[in-house]
């Protein structure tokens, strides 16, 4: 008779070819309207999370509600993963295509860092979220509060304040905003369940 084996987590334990370099730079730290999007990722104790690798995915400020009502197209440019033709490794983002994707592992202090532009036709930015102990990657919003589309989200205006504030990034002056993650307790970050 054999024992059940325990469950695996979702990672990541080590960095090879997750984090890579300039992850956290969506847009060039020069290019004109850049924001700075930064926190904490906090286990249910309130502790820091030293390990977690966070996945951000949005369109450009570029594209706008078309007139009948519906989101534009969000197809990014490619140029996230390039690599070196020498050498095989990963050289990273060129520095000039905004590509809506970015991947930001945190610190040991739990902390991240992402740089970026607002998109255009959602007050948000999708978030998932990969860290020790988690069965599955999860999924969140980083929402705007100045984004002219923050006050007609569907979704936040049908979340209970406490779950809305959960969601929505702190401005700390005109470009920067500040959103920790809270993977569990009292003040738990409003997780996304996609069917």
């Known amino acids: ?18 984090p890579f370099p300039d992850g956290g730079n969506v847009a060039a730290a020069t290019a004109p309207g850049v924001i700075t999007v930064h926190g904490r990722v906090h286990d249910g104790a309130g502790r820091p999370v030293p390990d977690a690798l966070l996945e951000f995915w949005q369109s450009g400020p570029e594209h706008s509600r078309r007139t009948d009502g519906e ?10 993963m390039r690599r070196d033709q020498v050498t095989g490794g990963f050289l990273g983002r060129d520095g000039v295509d905004f590509t809506g994707f ?4 945190t610190d040991p202090d739990g902390h991240y860092t992402l740089r970026t532009l607002p998109p255009g036709d959602a007050p948000y930015l999708s978030v998932c979220v ?9 999924f ?3 929402y705007l509060t100045d984004h ?22 702190v401005r700390e002056d005109e470009k920067l905003h500040r959103f920790d993650i809270h993977l569990q307790g009292e003040k738990e970050t409003t997780f996304l369940v996609f069917e």
């Open 102 to 105: 970015g991947r930001v592992a």
């Open 140 to 142: 969140t919003r980083a």
């Open 71 to 80: 989101r534009g197209a969000r197809a990014g440019r490619p140029g996230s």
């Open 130 to 138: 990969f860290a020790r102990g988690l069965l599955h990657h999860l």
């Open 148 to 169: 002219p589309l923050h006050g007609a989200d569907p979704l936040l205006s049908a979340l209970t304040p406490q779950r809305r504030a959960s969601l929505e990034c």
């Open 1 to 18: 008779m054999s024992l059940p084996t325990p469950a695996q987590t979702v990672g990541p334990f080590f960095g090879y070819a997750l």
